[in-house]
């Protein structure tokens, strides 16, 4: 429905732009003969005739470009809907980022360099709009004389610098010093837009020189600092005609920009904010797209995304709106450890494959090799299963992505069709996903087994489901807590914690199943729902309210994505809880050591979730020697496990728990911390494989609580 409107708005826009300018022009054919002592004759040494060819231009110009914008759009409603509505504010909030460039700035050097040029132009624009409204107004209304005129020509000069300056920097970054994230990517629309704006530019500031010359060089407009001083140059016998022709010039220019917009990589002027502004929903960040209920559902022909129609109008809106900056290449833990999966390339090639079937034709994403063509609209044309099985579902593209294009919900409605349509998937996941339905939990143990870790315990751990239980929490323990020999320590430790503060806690024992996370990653929904459906069931029968986890996947799961299915609870990672005991004084850690400790953010804790402090917070009241890694907290460098790679071999380039353990060692901790099941175990492989488990220690929050607050 929103696409449609977005279109239509575009369609309105192709007559109501031009009637706009048509309508300038006839108010302003009243002849101005308001000449300002310190100020300027809008259109003076124009002629007539050359007035009207402009206006008429401006009109069937912006028209046009409307028109091209309103095709582009049209692609987008190939796609699938879904609501991008309400939450207004935020959507504003976003649309200011965008305009402002906020977003963009957070990229360093080449953030202030795109900033320059756009800010640049913007203040251009806005100067020129506002001396056609100072044109149209009667002459006791107009605005634009003595010091504010100084003023406005001051201002513009100045941004016309920058966005020269900004010009040159773009034409050296893309071909002289050539970063990667421009290498692969330049094509010659790059240096057409370049040399555009740059006429644009200088014909601006040399029109504005001419007119001064025109004048006569009026002491006034030494404040148009720039044109007064190239006005020195222009012979006065000649300035009129040099004028004319300079006017002509900029006037060209400005008009092949109208048509530059809508077809050229210009178009994120419009695209990238429009985007941020639809980005807001009401689905939580961690939570993967609804589907269906596949137990039930019997006229459901295809399941997750293979061809441009079933990715949603949204999926293709962020296509046009990618500014191939590459922060999400940059920061993708699967391409910077040499996998084939490169988050950028996966939006421009559903962009290429969207652009190159539609109708009518539109130009592909510039970054795109043009000797590639498709024969489908299949995305698999371009996209391989090994891009898409490296993924970790980290989040860390979708966080950095300076428009807020969603690459991971891509990747994972991917993988959805290549699991359940295709039964292409890793060979190793087929005994996982066999093990979760047969067994209830990936490991392939016996449910009998899932409380065989209350044994090591000096108190009895009530059980929801016996005759007369009730408690205030139900400890979700997780299949890495249940079965897992290193994370049955956490959960021992975790439950002495409750026990000594004195918490209400219960247990499911065997009843606890799988809650589907590694299933629904890999997408395989059909199993994701056959688990999520029976939990649920069983923990609205037995009345659970609050739950306490330990692993982020299952924090993640149990609280945004069962509520898609009519499990609603109030979860909390065994970190807030613990964070909070502390704070009522109901554990209290005895004294702290001086062994230097580092956190690991566990992707579904952080990113995916938000939660950065608790941890670090009861870190600190163990030790006084906590230490960031260089990549923490929203930038947090992912242990490798997520997205179900967990289960799966990683055989190509260096392993990502390498890397992040190698980040981790070089911080001289004694203790590396985290708390996830799945990122303990992949730090403690790490170590070992480094040959480092002598010197660091990999432990789970509350293994370290424990240790520093129980005798
Ligand atoms: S979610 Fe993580 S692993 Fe997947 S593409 Fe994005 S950055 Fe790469
Ligand atoms: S998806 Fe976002 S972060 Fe990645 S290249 Fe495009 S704009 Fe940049």
Known sequence: MQQRWIVRTLWALVVVAPAGILLAWWLGTVPDEHQPEVGRLVFGNIPDALIALFYVSVAVFLGLAAYLFAIRAKNWSRGADEARTGLWWRRLRELERGLSMRSVLEGGASGVMHSMIYWGFIVLLLGTIT?????????????????????????????????????????????????????????????????????????????????????????????????????????????????????????????????????????????????????????????????????????????????????????????????????????????????????????????????????????????????????????FERITAEELWACTSCRACDEICPVDIEILDKILDMRRYLTLMEGDFPQELGSTFLSMENSSNPYGMSQSGRAKWTDELDFEVKRLGEPGVTAEYLYWVGCAGSFDDRNRKVTVSTARLLHEAGVDFAILGPMELCTGDPARRAGNEYVFQQLALQNIETLNDLGVTKVITQCPHCFNTLGNEYPQLGGEYEVMHHSQLLMDLVAEGRITPKNKSDQRITFHDPCFLGRHNGEFDAPRKLLELVSSDVVEMPRSRDDSFCCGAGGARMWMEEQTGKKINIERTEEAVATGSDIIATGCPFCFIMLDDGVKELGEDEQVQVMDISTLLAERSLD
């Open 131 to 379: 001396l056609e409204i100072d044109h149209l107004l009667p002459n006791n209304l107009k605005f634009l004389d003595g010091v504010v005129y100084q003023g406005y020509s001051a201002v513009l000069d100045a941004f016309a610098v920058i966005f020269l300056i900004g010009l040159l920097w773009a034409a050296l970054r893309r071909y002289v010093t050539k970063p990667w994230q421009v290498r692969s990517k330049t094509r010659p629309e790059d240096g057409v837009i370049l040399v555009l704006l740059a006429l644009i530019g200088m014909t601006g500031l040399a029109v504005e020189a001419a007119r001064i010359a025109v004048d006569g060089r009026p002491d006034f407009e030494t404040w148009s600092f720039v044109g007064y001083s190239l006005s020195s140059l222009i012979p006065s016998a000649d300035a009129a005609g040099v004028h004319q022709v300079l006017w002509i010039s900029h006037v060209a220019a400005f008009l092949t920009f109208l048509v530059a917009l809508p077809t050229t990589k210009l178009r994120h002027m419009i695209t990238s904010p429009l985007n941020m502004a639809l980005s807001p929903r009401e689905r939580p960040r961690g939570a993967m797209r609804e589907m269906p209920n596949l137990m039930e559902a019997t006229d459901i022909e295809t399941i997750g995304a293979s061809v441009v129609a079933e990715f949603t109008w949204k999926q293709l809106l962020d296509t046009d709106a990618c500014t191939l900056c590459g922060r999400c290449t940059s920061v993708c833990p699967a391409n910077q450890t040499g996998k084939s999966l490169d988050p950028r390339e996966i939006i421009l090639k559903l962009g290429e494959v969207a652009a190159r079937t539609a109708s009518p034709a539109i130009s592909p994403p510039v970054g795109v090799d043009a000797a590639i063509t498709v024969t489908s609209d299949s995305v």
